[in-house]
C-alpha cells in the first residue's frame, strides 16, 4: 500500500489499461467533433474552424494517450485500487465487502474493438461507481468473476 | 395486475383540502409574478390559460389519484397501489422498514390529518408516502408496522435525553441568520415596488415633511447605504430567528437501545424514529457567535438523500459541548483524542497563491472595465495571507480509537466524527499544484456523503495520506471481519 502513491504516474506494479482504449477514445471524441461541427454557420470556414480543428486534433492524439498512461488499476486481496486523471489524479480504494453489485458494459464502439468496462457500484455517494474502462471483453468477466466470488465468500 | 380487494383502504377524503390549497397558493404566486407595469395581453392569457388547465385538468386528475391510491398494512407488510397511467403495487416488507416518520403540517393539524413517510434503506422508488391519513390512523400504522414480528421491540424511553425548553429554543433563534428568506423577502419587496404598491420616493417626501428627517440626510448616500445594510442584516437575523423558532420550538430527542426517536416543530410537527444503522457520521457545526458563547449543534449525516436537509438530520441544534458528548457516544461509541495532526505547511503557500491569484486577475479586470482605483484592491492580498494561514491552524485530524476525526474551516467550523465501518471508498486526490508541492487530499466516502457536504482531509503531506489510509483499510478489514456484514 505504501508504494502505491510512489506508484503514480510510473509503469510497474499496476496493471495497465490495454491500449486498445487509445484506438477507442478517439473515435468517440472524433464522433462528438463531427455532430458538434456537422450544423452551424456560426464559424466560417476559415481561420476559426481551423484553429478549432488543429486543437481537436491535437486534443484527439493527445487527451486519450495521456489518459490511457495514467489508468491503473489493480484487484488485491481484499480491495480493488484505481488510479485515474490527467490534471486532478484521483486514487480510488474500494474495500470489496462494499461493492453492492458488478456490471460489465459494452457500448457499440467498444463492442467493435471487443473491450469492456467494469463498473463497480458500492453503497456510497461519492465514488457510488468505479468505473475501470477498456478492458478486454474476458478480462473484465474474469475480474467480474473473482471480485463475484470475494463477495460471495464473505457472506457466506 | 389484480385489483385491489375491499379490505384496502384510501386516503383521507380531506386530502383534497391540502391539493386545493396547493393550487391556490400556486395560483396566487403566478398571478402575482405576472401582474406588472408591463403587464400585457399576453402574461394575462398565460395567466387565465394556466387557472383553466388547474381547473380542468389537474382536478380531475387529483380526484382519479385519489381513487386509485388504496394502502393496505399488515405487521409483516405495507401494500400501496397507485398510479393513474402507470399503476403500480408496491410491497414494503416490515423488516426493511426503517423508519415509519409522521408529519403535521399547520393545515393538517386543523384538519386532523397527517402524512407518514415509511423510510427504508433503499432509495426514494423503495419508499411508500401516504398524504394524507386521519390522525388516528397514522398512529395506527405507526404502531401495526412497529411491533411487526422483525423489528425489535425497544422498552420505551422514561424520560427525554435532550429537549429545549423554550427559553433555550429563544436564546438559539438569536444565534441564527436565514439569508434565502431575506433574498425572498427583497423580491417580494421589488416586485411590489415595480407594482408601484411602495413608493420609497414618496415615503422619505413624507418623512421629510413630517420633520422626521431633513431634505439633506435623505440625500447623503453613505448614510442611505449603511441603513439599507443595517435593514439588510436585521431582516436575515429576524427571519433567521422566527424559522428556527418554529422549527425547533418544543425539540425532544429521546434514546432506545436501537432507536433515536425525535419530535418538534411549531405549525409542522415532525415526529419520527431513526435506526443506529441509518447514522453514517456526527458531524458538529459552529458558527463564530454561537463559538463565542460555547454553543454547538450535532447533526447526524444520515443513509439515503432523501431524509433532512442534504442528508443532515439535527440531533442537538444547539447545546453546550458536553452535553454532546453526552449524547452522541450513546449513539456509536467514540472518545475524543488527547492530540490531532496538521495537514501540510505547505497548505499556506498553496492557498495563498491561490487565493493572490483571484484578486490579482479581478483587479486587473476592474482596471480594465472600472478605472486605476481599483488597484486599491491589492491592498487585500497580505489579508489573503492570513486567511490561509487560519484554515492551516484550524485544520487537523486524528484516527484514535476506530473513529476518524476531523476538523475543518476557519468560521462555521466543521468537526467530523466518522466511525470505520462506515467506510464505503477512500479516495486520495491530488491535483497538479498539489502533486508539486507533495501534498494531497484524502476524501472519505460514507453511504450518506452529501455532494455539498462531506468529509475530507485538504492538503496533507503524502506520507501521511498513505500511512493513514493503510491504516483505515486494515481498521475497516479487521472490524468487517469481526461482524460479516453491518448493513443487514
Not at chain 1, 461541427?37 to 495521456?66: A, D, E, H, M, Q
Not at chain 2, 415595480?194 to 448616500?221: C, K, M, P
Not at chain 2, 495532526?341 to 482596471?367: D, E, K, M, P
Request: hydrophobic share 45%.
Amino acid at each position: 500500500m505504501i508504494q502505491l502513491l510512489a506508484l503514480i504516474g510510473e509503469d510497474g506494479e499496476l496493471n495497465t489499461i490495454p491500449p486498445n482504449l487509445g484506438a477507442v477514445l478517439p473515435v468517440t471524441l472524433t464522433v462528438d467533433i463531427i455532430l458538434f461541427f456537422s450544423n452551424n454557420n456560426f464559424f466560417p470556414p476559415g481561420l476559426r474552424t481551423g484553429i478549432l480543428l488543429v486543437l481537436s486534433l491535437s486534443w484527439i492524439l493527445v487527451i486519450p494517450r495521456l489518459r490511457y498512461h495514467y489508468w491503473r488499476y489493480e484487484l488485491r486481496d481484499k480491495d480493488l485500487c484505481a488510479i485515474r486523471g490527467i490534471y486532478n489524479r484521483v486514487h480510488t480504494i474500494v474495500p470489496l465487502r462494499r461493492i453492492q453489485h458488478l456490471d460489465v458494459e459494452q457500448d457499440l464502439i467498444e463492442e467493435n474493438f471487443n473491450i469492456a468496462r467494469l463498473v463497480v457500484h458500492t453503497a456510497g455517494t461519492r465514488s457510488t461507481d468505479v468505473v475501470v474502462p477498456g478492458l478486454p471483453y474476458d478480462e473484465a468477466v474474469r475480474l467480474r468473476d473473482t471480485v463475484r466470488e470475494f463477495i460471495g465468500q464473505s457472506i457466506d | 395486475m389484480e385489483a385491489p380487494s375491499e379490505q384496502f383502504l384510501r386516503l383521507h377524503p380531506l386530502t383534497f383540502v391540502h391539493s386545493v390549497f396547493l393550487s391556490i397558493v400556486a395560483f396566487a404566486y403566478s398571478w402575482l409574478t405576472s401582474l406588472g407595469p408591463e403587464t400585457t395581453q399576453f402574461s394575462s392569457t398565460a395567466t387565465l390559460i394556466f387557472a383553466i388547465i388547474t381547473i380542468v385538468i389537474a382536478g380531475p386528475f387529483a380526484i382519479a389519484k385519489f381513487i386509485r391510491f388504496r394502502y393496505y398494512a399488515t405487521s409483516d407488510e405495507l401494500i400501496i397501489y397507485y398510479g393513474v397511467f402507470k399503476r403500480v403495487r408496491r410491497n414494503i416488507p416490515a423488516e426493511r422498514i426503517q423508519n415509519v416518520a409522521i408529519k403535521r403540517n399547520l393545515l393538517s393539524r386543523i384538519l386532523g390529518t397527517a402524512s407518514v413517510r415509511i423510510e427504508t434503506a433503499g432509495t426514494d422508488q423503495t419508499e411508500g408516502n401516504l398524504s394524507y391519513v386521519g390522525a388516528r390512523e397514522a398512529q395506527r400504522l405507526k404502531d401495526l408496522l412497529r411491533t411487526s414480528k422483525n423489528t425489535v421491540n425497544d422498552p420505551p424511553p422514561d424520560q427525554s435525553i435532550f429537549s429545549m425548553p423554550l427559553r433555550r429554543v429563544l436564546v438559539s433563534s438569536l444565534y441564527q441568520f436565514s439569508h434565502k428568506i431575506t433574498l425572498i423577502l427583497f423580491t417580494i419587496f421589488f416586485q411590489l415596488l415595480s407594482l408601484e404598491i411602495i413608493d420609497v420616493r414618496a415615503t422619505i417626501d413624507y418623512l421629510v415633511e413630517r420633520g422626521y428627517f431633513q431634505e439633506t440626510v435623505s440625500n447623503h448616500w453613505p448614510l442611505i447605504t449603511s441603513l439599507s445594510i443595517i435593514l439588510t442584516v436585521m431582516t436575515g437575523w429576524g427571519a433567521g430567528f422566527i424559522q428556527n423558532l418554529i422549527r425547533f420550538y418544543n425539540f425532544k430527542i429521546e434514546l432506545t437501545p436501537t432507536k433515536i426517536q425525535r419530535r418538534f416543530g411549531l405549525f409542522t410537527l415532525q415526529e419520527g424514529s431513526l435506526s443506529y444503522k441509518r447514522v453514517q457520521s456526527f458531524l458538529i457545526r459552529s458558527n463564530p457567535v454561537m463559538r463565542f458563547r460555547r454553543w454547538y449543534r450535532l447533526e447526524l449525516q444520515t443513509l439515503g438523500l432523501q431524509s433532512g436537509e442534504q442528508g443532515f438530520q439535527p440531533a442537538m441544534p444547539f447545546a453546550r459541548w458536553s452535553e454532546i458528548l453526552d449524547l452522541a457516544p450513546k449513539i456509536r461509541p467514540f472518545t475524543l483524542p488527547e492530540s490531532y495532526t496538521s495537514v501540510s505547511l505547505r497548505t499556506i503557500q498553496r492557498y495563498s497563491i491561490r487565493y493572490s491569484w483571484v484578486i490579482i486577475v479581478s483587479v486587473a479586470l476592474f482596471c480594465l472595465i472600472w478605472s486605476t482605483n481599483a488597484l486599491w484592491g491589492l491592498l487585500i492580498l497580505p489579508i489573503v495571507f492570513l486567511i490561509a494561514l487560519l484554515q492551516y491552524q484550524r485544520h487537523h485530524w486524528a484516527f484514535y480509537d476506530e473513529n476518524l476525526f476531523i476538523h475543518r474551516r476557519i468560521l462555521s467550523q466543521q468537526f467530523w466524527i466518522i466511525p470505520v465501518e462506515r467506510f464505503q471508498a477512500f479516495e486520495i486526490t491530488s491535483s497538479f499544484f498539489q502533486r508539486r508541492l507533495g501534498l494531497c487530499t484524502l476524501i472519505v466516502d460514507t453511504a450518506g456523503a452529501g455532494t455539498m457536504r462531506y468529509p475530507r482531509i485538504i492538503d496533507m503531506r503524502r506520507g501521511d495520506a498513505e500511512r493513514l489510509t493503510e491504516d483505515l483499510n486494515l481498521a475497516f478489514q479487521r472490524l468487517e471481519g469481526k461482524h460479516s456484514s453491518s448493513f443487514d
